[in-house]
């Protein structure tokens, strides 16, 4: 059972352009979720994070947006540079203390130059 | 400089033998981690331990044992049990479990393990 899903395995996006990465979940006890940017050969490394008590935040050229009803974040990259070309993945985690993350299964993004 | 060291980067594994990865985190966290991922497959969690001589399975425990005897290491041992051990292996940590902020886990490099 995915608890955390990131249905498109793939994107491309012309450089400069905005990159929208999509992510849903199902277990309605998430509460806070992060975003991690992972190289090939390498560790994923965190981007940014939300907390539901928000729906918004941002950090220069990342924005997560969250939308609880629907159970849905994005995030969003602008202007997208070849750089960002990596695999992102969001992850969740319960509103009881818990360190378990719950993680989806990445967004290969290719920004095209 | 502080961070996660994981080792060895490449590790090759013959049938019926055991091997131990290694994690050593320099950051003064409590919490540390081993995920697994497959090609076109998210991270899995394979053990956690969240306090010094203390540890929990995580979804996919079977065949792999650790242990927490320093807070900065915890190293993970592929056992022969594991039947299809060809991964990439992940290291993480963080700060604690006691609140939300804190809950930022920091992976190390990695470790590829392949079967001979």
Redesign the interface.
Known sequence: DQQ?K?NS?SLSVQEGRISILNCDYTNSMF??F?W?KKYP??????LI?I?SIKDKNEDGRFTVFLNKSAKHLSLHIVPSQPGDSAVY?CAA?PNF?????T????TRLTIIP | DGGITQSPKYLFRKEGQNVTLSCEQNLNHDAMYWYRQDPGQGLRLIYYSQIVNDFQKGDIAEGYSVSREKKESFPLTVTSAQKNPTAFYLCASSIGWTSRAKNIQYFGAGTRLSVL
């Not at chain 1, 050969?41 to 965190?46: C, I, L, M, N, S």
């Not at chain 1, 993680?103 to 990445?106: K, S």
């Open positions: 955390v990131q395995p509460d806070y992060l991690y050969a390498e560790g994923p490394t965190f994070s907390s993945f985690h203390g818990n360190e378990k993350l993680f989806g299964t990445g």
